[in-house]
């Protein structure tokens, strides 16, 4: 579902921008590699990388890419997303792959790619280097161990709390924030580390936090990113602990060979042995974990590739201050990201499904060797570097780089690839459009922007529009394992391609998350239902010939007026919302428009007048096809198939186009907006929406007559108004006589009961209630209503007295005017009475039993 919300977007504005004119390039990669695709494997499959040859496991991982391809075209095609797919690549094809080998090439010779060991962030599962920007952090509870560090040369102890016992035989050094009383005397000086007692120094540093634990931390290699600092600002050794497997070194002494959880239970058990430890409690800690595996990450050091991006950050921020963000505050998250970073970043992967990295190493010296430019694309494993002899040293003997690139290396030159490049067509750089979620701004956004600022010098894309997560009905966020997870398939089998779409649209504003909810899909589907009813009733008696008329001479009536003006007004916003990415405001207002404005009103006014030959007739029609048919092409960007069926069958015989999607987006035409017109349609459609609801409470059917209904008003103005929409709504709601009044009834009111209201009295009187029946049924209706309108209603009844109020009795009238009798509806805004005379059976039918009681003791 998060594919069909961030596909839908893009689709929208694609086919919103042709209909618009311009020449759309929609183009489709696949970003194949990386370690997804390998995790998927190596549980499909049960192994570990290193089970099967490269290229063995290489082989498994396209297949499975293949097969994901597959599944994934046939969704994008079913959910209607006009792509171009002349357009399509992927990352994992050798014409791709030998861009991705060019850009390295090239930055690596304008010093912006280098070789150097660094630590960093290491997933021991998957053992491999990851990015600042794959370390995922989540909350867990850690154990803090106190232990004592013996003071050297003296029969004193220290005591330092640490969640990571086991990184204690690579702890080089043990600080305290500078000036710290409690340790003042004792800086410089130095402890003996336990298990092994190796000797290190007490040192002040501004880092240390001196509220945590005792106020002094060890420095270990490395136990953290803080601890890289350290060892970097005051130059200390570095102990290379645990190896790529996550287990402990050769440095380990005796805990060689262990596991880190093993290492770290051996080691407390020793302290505690040796009485060295203190003691234990909990701690709730941040932890960096493997955003594919979820394995806490470790901090290593070995030989690895490097893009200095932290010499391009003031480029990048300057960069994504430039480029527009839909919404707005997303840039931000991108500004917070690349001012944050501390390391450059780590290109090379020691994994399988990927790129490979185009160099060699000098077995004798081991400088490194890149390929040519000419070379690539190039396979280390199997060419032949460059050169016959090393450069530096003159030795004729070299090996492969065995390590392959991150796959952001590959999808962060997507834009310039899009256009062609290394030849770069212009018209399609920069790009205008790069949508993407939430998820990907510090990885896919941040990379796009460094790799083209530091291969082109400029930014890839002028507007980013971003989309939220989906999350499951329950709220939380979408998983199978959390058994809320609908997939596209699913929902689409049910309800259709064009109701998801909907669903993506309306269920939230551009950029927040957005929950999957079946009601707003059912809705989708209803709309185009109700849509379909009305354009299957009004086809028949719409063609060419109606839309060729020429409107000057025909005679419009006010409500043809008012739909037209509305629909311009429609045109008018639902375009400039589309302009800025407001998918939700442009599909809420065409869905309301079409549901309640055109199919509620608008044809059930003119019904009537679609029948005739007279130039009124004509109008309607007219007013109808043009309206219906611009509809459609609103809606062809949001429910392409939808609306193709509507054009197709209803319109598409008169056009010059085939397609609702190559006809022209609507224009509008201010003429025809009209604001009298709007508002004498307004008061139609109310008077219309009023004598409905009269006739549906009592049960009359629709086309049943109404003799006559008079309506009141104070304003002249209002009077003229409803007299230019009378015939309509005569017509509508079929009314005998229809009269407009300025001024007020003359009205004889008559009580018929007083009733109570059961549902208030019932749980507060219980059986008391049934007294209060027997008073209000003895007692004369008048003299009760007189009572009331004082606020009070006083009652005595099984030698009890009763007090009720208002609200806990309903009062029947009957109303006569000019000696008949009538329904009298009052309407607030505006101020209007209607007095309705009601065919004799329509008003006897809705009487209660107890009025017609009251009827017959008044009679008596
Ligand atoms: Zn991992
Ligand atoms: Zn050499």
């Excluded at 600080?175 to 580390?193: C, F, I, L, M, W």
Aim: aromatic share 10%; with cysteine; proline share 5%.
């Amino acid at each position: 579902m998060g594919t069909a919300l961030n596909w839908t977007y893009f689709d929208i504005v694609a086919r919103y921008k042709r209909m618009r004119g311009f020449n759309v390039f929609f183009p489709q990669g696949w970003d194949c590699h990386g370690l997804p695709t390998e995790v998927q494997v190596e549980k499909r499959y049960e192994i570990r990388k290193g089970d099967l040859p490269p290229e063995k496991f290489r082989e498994l991982c396209i297949k499975l890419t293949e097969e994901n391809i597959t599944h994934m075209r046939e969704e994008m095609n079913s959910l209607g997303f006009s792509i171009d797919w002349s357009t399509e690549y992927r990352t994992m094809d050798p014409d791709y792959y030998r861009r991705t080998q060019l850009s390295f090439v090239q930055l690596y010779k304008r010093g912006l790619i280098y070789r150097g060991e660094h630590p960093v962030n290491w997933c021991p599962r998957c053992e491999t280097a990851i990015a600042d920007a794959e370390v995922e952090y989540a909350d867990r509870e850690a154990t803090l161990s106190h232990i004592k560090f013996k003071r050297h040369g003296e029969d004193e102890y220290l005591t330092i709390a640490t969640t990571r016992p086991e990184y204690l035989p690579a702890c080089v050094v043990v600080a305290v924030y500078p000036g710290d009383e409690r340790y003042e005397k004792q800086v410089g000086k130095k402890v003996e580390v336990p298990p092994f007692g190796q000797v290190v120094e007490l040192i002040e540093d501004h880092e240390v936090d001196p509220e945590f634990g005792t106020g002094v931390v060890m420095v270990c290699t490395f136990g953290d990113k803080t601890d890289v600092r350290w060892v970097k600002r005051h130059k200390l050794p570095v102990v290379k602990l645990i190896d790529e497997k996550g287990n402990m070194s050769e440095a380990a002494g005796k805990y060689a060979g262990l596991t880190l959880e093993e290492c770290k239970r051996a080691i407390v058990d020793d302290l505690r042995k040796a009485g060295l430890l203190l003691k234990q409690e909990k701690l709730a800690q941040s932890v960096g974990a493997c955003w594919r595996c979820k394995t806490p990450v470790e901090i290593l050091t070995k030989p690895q590739w490097f893009m200095r991006v932290l010499d391009l950050k003031d480029k990048v921020i300057e960069g994504a201050k430039q480029v527009r963000w839909v919404p707005e505050h997303m840039r931000q998250r991108l500004i917070d990201w690349a001012e944050s970073m501390d390391w450059d970043w780590v290109i090379s992967r020691q994994r399988i499904f990927a790129t490979p990295i185009p160099a060699w190493y000098c077995t004798s010296c081991r400088e490194p060797i890149v390929a040519e430019e000419r070379q690539l694309p190039v396979t280390p494993a199997k060419d032949k570097p460059p050169v016959e002899r090393c450069p530096k040293c003159n030795s004729e003997s070299f090996e492969p780089e065995q390590d392959v690139l991150d796959t952001w290396m590959d999808s962060s030159i997507t834009i310039a690839v899009h256009a062609g490049w290394p030849e770069l067509d212009r018209r399609l750089f920069p790009a205008d459009l790069q949508p993407n979620g939430t998820d990907i701004i510090r990885t896919w956004d941040y990379y796009l922007l460094v790799r083209h600022l530091a291969l082109l010098g400029e930014a890839p894309y002028r507007t980013v529009l971003i989309n939220g997560m989906v999350f499951g009905e329950d709220g939380r966020k979408m998983s199978k394992s959390l058994g809320n997870y609908v997939d596209t398939t699913m929902a689409r089998g049910k309800y259709g391609t064009d109701a998801i779409r909907q669903w993506a649209v309306i269920g939230a504003s551009t950029g927040s998350d957005i929950p999957f909810s079946w009601k707003d899909v059912d809705f989708g589907y209803r709309f185009m239902r109700k849509f379909w009813n009305a354009a299957r009733f009004a086809g028949p008696h719409l063609n060419a010939k109606i839309a060729k008329l020429d409107p000057k001479k025909l005679k419009f009536r006010p409500i043809d007026r008012w739909i037209l003006s509305r629909l311009n007004r429609l045109i008018g916003q639902t375009t400039g919302w589309l302009e800025d990415f407001q998918f939700n405001h442009a599909m809420g207002a065409i869905q309301t428009f079409v549901w309640h404005e055109l199919c509620d009103m608008y044809i059930e006014e003119v019904k009537h007048r679609l029948y005739g030959d007279d130039l009124t007739a004509d109008a309607a029609r007219y007013a109808l096809y043009h309206v219906m048919l611009t509809a459609a092409k609103l809606l062809a960007p949001f429910t392409p198939h939808f609306s193709e069926e509507i054009y197709q069958t209803y319109f598409g015989k008169d056009h010059p186009y085939p397609s609702v999607h190559m006809s022209s987006w609507p224009e509008v035409n201010k003429k025809l907006i009209d604001e009298s017109a709007e508002r004498a349609g307004e008061l139609a459609n109310l008077i219309v929406g009023t004598l409905r609801q009269f006739k549906s409470e009592r049960k009359m059917a629709l086309s049943r007559e109404l003799p006559s209904v008079v309506i009141y008003t104070s304003s002249r103005e209002t009077a003229k108004q409803l007299k230019e929409v009378g015939d309509d709504i005569a017509g509508t709601m079929r009314v005998g006589k229809l009269n407009i009044k300025v001024g007020k009834p003359k009205l004889a009111e008559r009580v018929l009961a007083v009733e109570p209201e059961m549902a208030k009295l019932g749980p507060r009187l219980r059986a008391d209630v049934r007294l209060i029946v027997q008073a209000l049924r003895e007692a004369k209706p008048e003299d009760l209503a007189k009572q009331l309108a004082k606020g009070k209603l006083k009652l005595r009844a099984g030698g009890k007295r009763f007090e009720l109020a208002p609200e806990d009795v309903r009062v029947i009238k009957e109303t006569a005017s000019a000696g008949r009798k009538v329904e009298v509806i009052d309407i607030q805004k505006p101020a209007l009475t209607l007095l309705i005379t009601g065919p004799r059976s329509g008003l006897v039918r809705r009487r209660t039993k107890s009025a017609r009681r009251a009827r017959r003791r008044l009679a008596s």
